[in-house]
Nanobody
Framework: VQLVESGGGLVQPVGSLRRACAAS????????MRWYRQSPGRQRELVTS???????NYEHSVQGRFTISRDNGKNTEYLQMNILKPQDTAVYYC??????????????WGQGTLVTVSS
């Protein structure tokens, strides 16, 4: 199972960016999906997550600005980031918990993509 991210890059403060994370491989279903980020000199932190049933959680600093969503038919999760701030600058990683066709559970990570918020 592979997760391929897209949509990173440079954006100005208060701008928006949409990230996508597409899963491929022997996937029966995907349960929880998450986005993490890691800034220089800091530990990786959980930004947001969504269960298979659609329940979401957000880290307090992104509450109201970031939105996680998913398209189960495409095995893809999205992260819409609005009103971006310089402190949102980080490498962002997607993560997915899945079950494969052999009914084994697994955990996959995207390759990570840098998001830079700067004027």
């Amino acid at each position: 199972v592979q997760l391929v991210e897209s949509g990173g890059g440079l954006v100005q403060p208060v701008g928006s960016l949409r990230r996508a994370c597409a899963a491929s491989g022997s996937i029966l279903n995907i349960n929880r999906m998450r986005w993490y980020r890691q800034s220089p000199g800091r530990q990786r932190e959980l930004v947001t997550s969504m269960t298979g049933g659609g329940s979401t959680n957000y880290e307090h600093s992104v509450q109201g600005r970031f939105t996680i969503s998913r398209d189960n038919g495409k095995n893809t999760e999205y992260l819409q980031m609005n009103i971006l701030k310089p402190q949102d600058t980080a490498v962002y990683y997607c993560n997915a918990e899945y079950m494969d066709y052999e009914l084994s559970q697994g955990d996959a990570w995207g390759q990570g993509t840098l998001v830079t918020v700067s004027s």
